[in-house]
Protein backbone atom coordinates (compact mmCIF):
# COMPACT_ATOMS: atom_id res chain seq x y z
CA UNK A 1 0.00 0.00 0.00
CA UNK A 2 1.37 3.23 -1.15
CA UNK A 3 1.87 5.98 1.78
CA UNK A 4 -1.63 8.34 0.82
CA UNK A 5 -3.44 4.79 0.23
CA UNK A 6 -2.58 4.48 3.88
CA UNK A 7 -3.15 7.99 5.16
CA UNK A 8 -6.72 7.73 2.82
CA UNK A 9 -7.38 4.26 4.76
CA UNK A 10 -6.44 5.77 8.06
CA UNK A 11 -8.86 8.89 7.34
CA UNK A 12 -12.46 6.69 6.17
CA UNK A 13 -11.80 4.27 9.62
CA UNK A 14 -11.62 6.68 12.12
CA UNK A 15 -14.45 7.49 14.70
CA UNK A 16 -18.07 8.28 13.21
CA UNK A 17 -18.57 12.19 12.51
CA UNK A 18 -15.21 13.44 12.33
CA UNK A 19 -15.20 16.24 10.07
CA UNK A 20 -18.99 16.32 9.69
CA UNK A 21 -20.76 19.14 9.78
CA UNK A 22 -24.30 18.98 8.04
CA UNK A 23 -26.91 21.94 6.90
CA UNK A 24 -30.82 21.45 7.63
CA UNK A 25 -32.52 20.92 4.51
CA UNK A 26 -35.65 20.13 5.57
CA UNK A 27 -37.80 20.08 8.39
CA UNK A 28 -41.15 18.54 9.29
CA UNK A 29 -42.93 19.82 12.66
CA UNK A 30 -45.29 21.58 14.17
CA UNK A 31 -48.90 22.41 12.05
CA UNK A 32 -47.06 22.10 8.61
CA UNK A 33 -45.55 18.61 9.39
CA UNK A 34 -47.42 16.83 6.70
CA UNK A 35 -46.86 19.09 4.26
CA UNK A 36 -44.25 17.24 1.81
CA UNK A 37 -45.42 13.66 2.45
CA UNK A 38 -47.26 10.98 0.55
CA UNK A 39 -50.15 8.73 1.91
CA UNK A 40 -49.79 5.12 0.61
CA UNK A 41 -53.56 5.47 0.00
CA UNK A 42 -53.94 1.16 -0.44
CA UNK A 43 -53.72 -2.05 1.55
CA UNK A 44 -50.87 -3.28 3.11
CA UNK A 45 -49.37 -5.34 0.02
CA UNK A 46 -45.81 -4.97 1.14
CA UNK A 47 -45.37 -7.18 4.07
CA UNK A 48 -48.74 -8.79 4.35
CA UNK A 49 -50.20 -6.35 7.28
CA UNK A 50 -53.60 -6.32 8.31
CA UNK A 51 -53.83 -2.60 7.01
CA UNK A 52 -55.62 -0.59 4.76
CA UNK A 53 -53.43 2.11 4.62
CA UNK A 54 -55.74 5.09 3.99
CA UNK A 55 -55.42 8.39 1.75
CA UNK A 56 -54.56 11.64 3.11
CA UNK A 57 -58.27 12.75 3.12
CA UNK A 58 -59.62 9.63 5.65
CA UNK A 59 -56.53 10.07 7.32
CA UNK A 60 -57.31 13.19 8.54
CA UNK A 61 -61.40 13.28 8.56
CA UNK A 62 -60.76 9.85 11.04
CA UNK A 63 -58.00 11.90 13.03
CA UNK A 64 -55.57 8.88 12.34
CA UNK A 65 -52.85 11.86 11.01
CA UNK A 66 -52.94 14.91 12.71
CA UNK A 67 -51.25 17.60 14.66
CA UNK A 68 -52.94 17.86 18.13
CA UNK A 69 -52.96 20.99 20.40
CA UNK A 70 -48.98 20.51 21.97
CA UNK A 71 -48.10 20.98 17.82
CA UNK A 72 -47.40 17.30 18.19
CA UNK A 73 -47.41 15.29 15.23
CA UNK A 74 -49.88 11.83 15.57
CA UNK A 75 -50.30 8.91 13.55
CA UNK A 76 -52.27 5.88 14.36
CA UNK A 77 -53.78 3.06 13.96
CA UNK A 78 -58.19 3.04 13.89
CA UNK A 79 -58.93 1.81 17.40
CA UNK A 80 -62.57 3.02 17.34
CA UNK A 81 -63.88 0.57 14.47
CA UNK A 82 -65.38 -2.14 14.63
CA UNK A 83 -63.65 -4.36 11.90
CA UNK A 84 -65.45 -7.58 11.01
CA UNK A 85 -63.63 -11.46 10.18
CA UNK A 86 -61.73 -11.20 7.03
CA UNK A 87 -61.49 -7.09 6.81
CA UNK A 88 -58.98 -5.11 7.47
CA UNK A 89 -58.18 -2.37 10.50
CA UNK A 90 -57.46 1.46 8.68
CA UNK A 91 -53.80 2.42 9.35
CA UNK A 92 -51.67 5.03 7.91
CA UNK A 93 -48.27 5.05 5.97
CA UNK A 94 -46.37 8.24 4.73
CA UNK A 95 -43.74 8.56 2.22
CA UNK A 96 -41.20 12.06 2.07
CA UNK A 97 -41.85 13.24 -1.30
CA UNK A 98 -38.13 14.79 -1.19
CA UNK A 99 -35.00 12.13 -1.34
CA UNK A 100 -31.49 12.70 0.54
CA UNK A 101 -28.25 11.76 -1.04
CA UNK A 102 -25.68 10.27 0.98
CA UNK A 103 -24.27 12.72 2.95
CA UNK A 104 -27.19 13.51 5.73
CA UNK A 105 -28.23 13.13 8.80
CA UNK A 106 -31.87 12.16 9.59
CA UNK A 107 -33.21 13.51 13.15
CA UNK A 108 -36.08 11.37 14.58
CA UNK A 109 -37.71 13.16 18.21
CA UNK A 110 -40.80 11.51 19.71
CA UNK A 111 -42.58 11.41 22.86
CA UNK A 112 -44.97 7.83 22.30
CA UNK A 113 -43.96 5.21 19.47
CA UNK A 114 -46.78 2.94 18.55
CA UNK A 115 -46.91 -0.93 20.47
CA UNK A 116 -49.07 -3.77 21.60
CA UNK A 117 -49.41 -7.11 20.24
CA UNK A 118 -50.39 -7.09 16.63
CA UNK A 119 -48.14 -3.79 16.05
CA UNK A 120 -45.60 -3.14 13.80
CA UNK A 121 -44.30 0.33 12.97
CA UNK A 122 -41.26 1.98 11.76
CA UNK A 123 -38.96 4.78 10.93
CA UNK A 124 -37.06 3.65 7.88
CA UNK A 125 -35.92 5.16 4.44
CA UNK A 126 -35.68 3.62 0.79
CA UNK A 127 -33.99 4.26 -2.34
CA UNK A 128 -35.99 5.00 -5.28
CA UNK A 129 -36.32 1.39 -6.96
CA UNK A 130 -36.91 0.07 -3.35
CA UNK A 131 -35.43 -2.77 -2.40
CA UNK A 132 -33.18 -1.96 -4.60
CA UNK A 133 -31.08 0.99 -3.26
CA UNK A 134 -31.03 0.35 -0.17
CA UNK A 135 -32.90 0.51 3.11
CA UNK A 136 -32.47 1.70 6.65
CA UNK A 137 -34.58 0.89 9.38
CA UNK A 138 -34.01 3.36 12.11
CA UNK A 139 -36.88 2.58 14.30
CA UNK A 140 -38.60 -0.74 14.14
CA UNK A 141 -39.93 -3.61 16.72
CA UNK A 142 -43.39 -5.39 17.13
CA UNK A 143 -45.57 -6.93 19.48
CA UNK A 144 -44.61 -6.47 22.91
CA UNK A 145 -41.09 -6.15 22.77
CA UNK A 146 -39.42 -3.60 24.96
CA UNK A 147 -36.19 -2.68 22.58
CA UNK A 148 -35.61 -0.90 19.34
CA UNK A 149 -34.54 -2.85 16.13
CA UNK A 150 -31.97 -1.31 14.09
CA UNK A 151 -30.98 -2.46 10.60
CA UNK A 152 -30.08 -2.39 6.65
CA UNK A 153 -31.25 -4.02 4.04
CA UNK A 154 -29.53 -4.25 0.71
CA UNK A 155 -28.42 -6.29 -2.47
CA UNK A 156 -25.90 -8.87 -2.04
CA UNK A 157 -22.43 -8.02 -1.00
CA UNK A 158 -23.04 -5.51 2.09
CA UNK A 159 -22.32 -6.85 5.67
CA UNK A 160 -21.65 -5.50 9.19
CA UNK A 161 -17.73 -6.44 10.38
CA UNK A 162 -17.35 -9.29 12.71
CA UNK A 163 -16.10 -6.52 15.13
CA UNK A 164 -17.46 -3.12 15.22
CA UNK A 165 -17.61 -0.23 17.66
CA UNK A 166 -21.01 -0.21 18.96
CA UNK A 167 -23.05 -0.04 21.72
CA UNK A 168 -25.82 -1.81 20.66
CA UNK A 169 -26.04 -6.08 20.03
CA UNK A 170 -25.78 -7.21 16.59
CA UNK A 171 -28.15 -10.02 15.51
CA UNK A 172 -26.87 -10.97 12.15
CA UNK A 173 -24.20 -9.45 9.77
CA UNK A 174 -25.87 -10.06 6.32
CA UNK A 175 -27.61 -7.26 4.99
CA UNK A 176 -29.27 -9.33 2.21
CA UNK A 177 -30.80 -11.93 4.87
CA UNK A 178 -34.09 -11.11 5.14
CA UNK A 179 -34.57 -9.52 8.44
CA UNK A 180 -31.20 -7.74 7.09
CA UNK A 181 -27.92 -6.82 9.40
CA UNK A 182 -29.86 -6.30 12.32
CA UNK A 183 -28.39 -4.53 15.61
CA UNK A 184 -30.91 -4.27 19.14
CA UNK A 185 -30.84 -1.39 21.03
CA UNK A 186 -29.07 -2.03 24.72
CA UNK A 187 -29.84 1.14 26.28
CA UNK A 188 -33.55 1.11 28.02
CA UNK A 189 -36.16 2.74 27.23
CA UNK A 190 -36.16 2.93 23.57
CA UNK A 191 -39.15 1.10 22.77
CA UNK A 192 -42.70 -0.10 24.38
CA UNK A 193 -43.92 1.28 27.89
CA UNK A 194 -40.26 2.29 28.75
CA UNK A 195 -40.08 4.20 26.02
CA UNK A 196 -43.08 6.30 26.94
CA UNK A 197 -42.71 6.49 30.09
CA UNK A 198 -39.08 8.08 30.09
CA UNK A 199 -40.72 10.94 27.84
CA UNK A 200 -39.65 9.49 24.82
CA UNK A 201 -36.04 10.42 23.19
CA UNK A 202 -34.41 10.80 19.49
CA UNK A 203 -32.83 8.83 17.02
CA UNK A 204 -29.84 10.36 14.87
CA UNK A 205 -29.03 8.27 11.66
CA UNK A 206 -26.06 9.51 9.67
CA UNK A 207 -25.81 8.15 6.15
CA UNK A 208 -22.12 8.77 4.88
CA UNK A 209 -19.81 7.15 2.51
CA UNK A 210 -17.93 6.45 5.54
CA UNK A 211 -20.85 4.27 7.07
CA UNK A 212 -23.85 3.97 8.06
CA UNK A 213 -24.54 5.31 12.21
CA UNK A 214 -27.59 5.09 13.91
CA UNK A 215 -27.72 7.20 17.84
CA UNK A 216 -30.17 6.85 20.48
CA UNK A 217 -31.00 8.72 23.33
CA UNK A 218 -33.67 8.81 25.87
CA UNK A 219 -34.81 12.33 26.68
CA UNK A 220 -33.10 12.89 29.63
CA UNK A 221 -29.92 12.20 27.47
CA UNK A 222 -30.26 14.13 24.50
CA UNK A 223 -27.46 16.41 23.97
CA UNK A 224 -27.58 19.97 23.32
CA UNK A 225 -25.69 19.90 19.82
CA UNK A 226 -29.08 17.68 19.16
CA UNK A 227 -31.93 19.46 21.21
CA UNK A 228 -30.14 22.60 20.16
CA UNK A 229 -29.49 21.85 16.22
CA UNK A 230 -31.97 23.88 14.36
CA UNK A 231 -29.62 25.41 11.07
CA UNK A 232 -26.76 22.60 11.14
CA UNK A 233 -25.73 19.66 13.24
CA UNK A 234 -22.29 17.92 13.81
CA UNK A 235 -22.03 14.55 14.52
CA UNK A 236 -18.06 14.53 16.11
CA UNK A 237 -19.12 14.57 19.34
CA UNK A 238 -21.94 11.93 19.61
CA UNK A 239 -19.35 9.40 20.83
CA UNK A 240 -20.16 5.45 20.21
CA UNK A 241 -23.44 4.85 18.24
CA UNK A 242 -26.37 2.40 19.06
CA UNK A 243 -25.43 0.91 15.59
CA UNK A 244 -22.66 1.16 13.54
CA UNK A 245 -22.26 -0.02 9.32
CA UNK A 246 -18.56 1.66 8.18
CA UNK A 247 -18.07 0.85 4.71
CA UNK A 248 -14.97 -0.96 4.98
CA UNK A 249 -17.30 -4.17 4.87
CA UNK A 250 -20.19 -2.25 2.52
CA UNK A 251 -19.44 0.02 0.26
CA UNK A 252 -22.48 2.96 1.01
CA UNK A 253 -22.20 4.53 -2.29
CA UNK A 254 -22.66 1.35 -4.53
CA UNK A 255 -25.56 -0.20 -2.36
CA UNK A 256 -27.26 3.38 -0.90
CA UNK A 257 -28.94 5.39 -3.52
CA UNK A 258 -30.72 8.67 -2.22
CA UNK A 259 -33.18 8.00 0.29
CA UNK A 260 -37.53 8.80 1.14
CA UNK A 261 -38.07 9.00 4.38
CA UNK A 262 -41.17 6.19 5.55
CA UNK A 263 -43.21 6.27 8.83
CA UNK A 264 -45.73 3.63 9.12
CA UNK A 265 -47.80 1.17 11.04
CA UNK A 266 -49.03 -2.42 10.14
CA UNK A 267 -50.17 -5.00 12.24
CA UNK A 268 -48.98 -8.55 12.16
CA UNK A 269 -47.88 -9.00 8.89
CA UNK A 270 -44.32 -11.17 7.80
CA UNK A 271 -43.14 -10.00 10.72
CA UNK A 272 -45.46 -9.54 13.84
CA UNK A 273 -48.04 -12.10 12.51
CA UNK A 274 -45.54 -14.82 13.00
CA UNK A 275 -46.96 -17.19 14.85
CA UNK A 276 -43.26 -18.03 16.98
CA UNK A 277 -42.92 -13.90 17.02
CA UNK A 278 -46.71 -13.39 18.09
CA UNK A 279 -46.57 -16.34 21.02
CA UNK A 280 -43.22 -14.89 22.21
CA UNK A 281 -44.61 -12.04 23.65
CA UNK A 282 -47.99 -12.03 23.54
CA UNK A 283 -49.11 -15.88 24.02
CA UNK A 284 -52.61 -16.97 21.67
CA UNK A 285 -52.80 -20.47 20.57
CA UNK A 286 -49.56 -20.29 18.40
CA UNK A 287 -51.21 -20.75 15.48
CA UNK A 288 -50.70 -18.40 12.35
CA UNK A 289 -54.27 -16.78 12.40
CA UNK A 290 -53.88 -16.05 16.30
CA UNK A 291 -52.09 -12.68 15.85
CA UNK A 292 -55.36 -10.95 13.55
CA UNK A 293 -58.30 -13.13 15.13
CA UNK A 294 -56.66 -11.81 18.88
CA UNK A 295 -56.76 -8.33 17.80
CA UNK A 296 -57.05 -6.58 14.71
CA UNK A 297 -61.01 -7.72 14.54
CA UNK A 298 -63.73 -6.61 16.81
CA UNK A 299 -63.82 -3.34 18.32
CA UNK A 300 -59.82 -2.14 18.58
CA UNK A 301 -59.98 -1.06 21.55
CA UNK A 302 -56.50 -2.60 22.23
CA UNK A 303 -54.79 -0.17 19.98
CA UNK A 304 -54.99 2.46 22.62
CA UNK A 305 -51.42 2.26 22.36
CA UNK A 306 -50.77 1.97 18.66
CA UNK A 307 -49.60 5.23 17.72
CA UNK A 308 -46.51 7.86 16.92
CA UNK A 309 -46.49 11.03 18.86
CA UNK A 310 -43.45 13.19 17.26
CA UNK A 311 -41.90 16.53 17.81
CA UNK A 312 -39.94 16.78 15.05
CA UNK A 313 -37.94 15.10 11.83
CA UNK A 314 -35.10 17.33 11.00
CA UNK A 315 -32.96 16.51 7.63
CA UNK A 316 -29.45 17.98 7.41
CA UNK A 317 -26.81 17.34 4.31
CA UNK A 318 -23.80 17.82 3.61
CA UNK A 319 -25.27 19.13 0.05
CA UNK A 320 -27.38 22.11 -0.75
CA UNK A 321 -30.69 21.29 -1.06
CA UNK A 322 -32.84 18.00 -1.55
CA UNK A 323 -33.73 15.70 -4.16
CA UNK A 324 -37.07 15.14 -5.95
CA UNK A 325 -38.90 13.06 -8.84
CA UNK A 326 -39.15 14.62 -12.48
CA UNK A 327 -40.28 13.03 -15.75
CA UNK A 328 -38.04 13.61 -18.32
CA UNK A 329 -38.48 11.67 -21.65
CA UNK A 330 -40.67 8.92 -20.22
CA UNK A 331 -38.49 8.54 -17.19
CA UNK A 332 -38.51 9.52 -13.61
CA UNK A 333 -35.21 11.18 -12.48
CA UNK A 334 -34.03 12.94 -9.33
CA UNK A 335 -33.39 16.14 -9.72
CA UNK A 336 -32.13 19.26 -7.20
CA UNK A 337 -34.30 21.74 -5.71
CA UNK A 338 -31.97 24.68 -3.81
CA UNK A 339 -32.37 24.93 -0.07
CA UNK A 340 -34.12 28.12 -0.60
CA UNK A 341 -36.75 26.33 -2.98
CA UNK A 342 -36.93 23.21 -0.09
CA UNK A 343 -38.17 25.78 2.62
CA UNK A 344 -40.83 26.46 0.74
CA UNK A 345 -42.59 23.35 1.45
CA UNK A 346 -43.89 21.55 -1.29
CA UNK A 347 -47.81 20.38 -1.10
CA UNK A 348 -48.50 16.77 0.53
CA UNK A 349 -50.24 14.78 -1.87
CA UNK A 350 -52.17 11.25 -1.71
CA UNK A 351 -51.09 8.36 -4.22
CA UNK A 352 -53.09 5.35 -4.51
CA UNK A 353 -51.45 1.63 -4.85
CA UNK A 354 -48.00 3.14 -5.54
CA UNK A 355 -45.02 1.53 -3.52
CA UNK A 356 -42.36 4.54 -3.68
CA UNK A 357 -45.48 7.42 -3.20
CA UNK A 358 -43.04 9.38 -5.88
CA UNK A 359 -44.37 12.93 -6.61
CA UNK A 360 -43.36 14.17 -10.91
CA UNK A 361 -42.00 17.59 -10.56
CA UNK A 362 -41.02 19.35 -13.50
CA UNK A 363 -37.66 21.21 -11.81
CA UNK A 364 -35.42 23.13 -13.62
CA UNK A 365 -32.16 21.79 -12.20
CA UNK A 366 -29.36 19.35 -12.13
CA UNK A 367 -29.70 15.73 -12.48
CA UNK A 368 -28.95 13.96 -9.99
CA UNK A 369 -26.02 11.41 -10.89
CA UNK A 370 -24.25 8.24 -9.44
CA UNK A 371 -21.33 9.46 -7.60
CA UNK A 372 -23.10 12.41 -6.10
CA UNK A 373 -23.46 12.65 -2.21
CA UNK A 374 -19.41 12.41 -1.71
CA UNK A 375 -18.55 13.67 1.96
CA UNK A 376 -15.69 15.67 2.92
CA UNK A 377 -13.70 11.81 3.66
CA UNK A 378 -14.24 11.19 0.40
CA UNK A 379 -13.09 13.78 -1.01
CA UNK A 380 -9.71 14.22 0.93
CA UNK A 381 -9.36 9.75 0.07
CA UNK A 382 -9.61 10.41 -3.47
CA UNK A 383 -6.75 13.63 -3.38
CA UNK A 384 -4.57 11.51 -1.39
CA UNK A 385 -5.50 8.68 -4.28
Known amino acids: MRPATALAAALLSFAPGALA ?3 LVREYSGSSFFTGWDFYGNYDNLTNGDVTWVTQANA ?7 VDDAGHAVIKVDNTTFVPYNYKRD ?3 ITSTDYFPVGSVFVFDANHLPYGCSVWPSFWTKGQNWPIGGEIDIIEAVNLMTYNQMALHTQDGCTQPSSVTQS ?3 GSTNCTQDAGCTVAENQSNSYGDNFAN ?3 GVWAA ?4 SGIFIWFWTRASVPSSVSGANNSIDTSSWGTPSAAYPSSSCNITEFFTPQQLVLDITLCGDWAGGASVYESTCGGDGSAT ?3 IDNVINNGSNY ?3 YFSINYVKVFSLTDGVLVPSVSGGSTVLVTESATDATSEPSATSTTGAQSGNKAATLGANAYVAVAGATVLAAVSWILL
Request: proline fraction near 0%; hydrophobic fraction near 30%; charge should be neutral.
Open 60 to 66: TQSKLAY
Open 290 to 292: ACY
Open 91 to 93: SVR
Open 206 to 209: QLDS
Open 21 to 23: TYS
Open 168 to 170: GTT
Open 304 to 306: ADA
Open 198 to 200: AGG
